[in-house]
């Protein structure tokens, strides 16, 4: 399988644990969306559009540069369950498709796949930068690798995504 990330997009709130003034080690909750393209998947299709949403929870390290911690880099592991998506199956490559323009190819529910053929839970390794505002708000821009793929494949190469995050430190507002 050969995947390709078209867009993604996540939102959450997050809790961070304060180690020292450049250091935090963070956990949350978020809700995530994942749109990318696959070649040769092992579900009767020679391409498929997955567009998968899922519930994370990432633990990651926070690097602060300046200590009035605004900006932010970070690196960790991100875990996640797969809580429902579609497939759009195609018949030709995905470039071919947006050339053509045609809009009738067969859509299923993710959950319509045999569970041997699809994944139910995901792991990722993740990295990022964030600016966060003086009142908690978060935006950010994330690029995960998969770890695990979400539908198997005999040449399983795993998907990236790189996707924007909005979110909430829920902790500043207390």
């Known amino acids: 399988m050969w ?58 390290a926070r690097f602060y540069p300046d200590s009035d911690r605004q900006f932010a880099g970070y690196i960790g592991l991100q875990g996640g369950y797969i809580i429902g998506g579609t497939v759009v199956l195609l018949p030709y490559s995905i470039q071919e498709a947006m050339l053509r323009r045609n809009n009738s190819f067969e859509k299923r529910d993710l959950s319509s796949f ?43 190469l795993f998907a990236w995504h790189l996707m924007l995050s909005l979110g909430a430190n829920i902790g500043a507002w207390f």
Not at 12 to 32: D, Q
Not at 116 to 137: H, I, M, P, R
């Open 114 to 156: 045999p569970p041997e053929k699809v994944a139910s839970w995901q792991a990722a390794l993740a990295a990022g930068l964030d600016y966060e505002t003086d009142n908690g708000f978060i935006f950010g821009l994330k690029y995960t690798k998969e770890m695990i793929p979400l539908i198997s494949s005999e040449d399983a």
């Open 3 to 60: 995947a390709e990330s078209i867009t993604g997009e996540e939102i959450g709130g997050f809790l961070e644990f304060k180690i020292n003034s450049p250091l935090g080690i963070e956990t949350s909750l978020r809700f995530a969306r994942s749109i990318y393209g696959l070649v040769k998947p092992e579900i009767n299709s020679p391409y498929a559009i997955v567009a998968a949403r899922s519930l994370t929870i990432p633990l990651i």
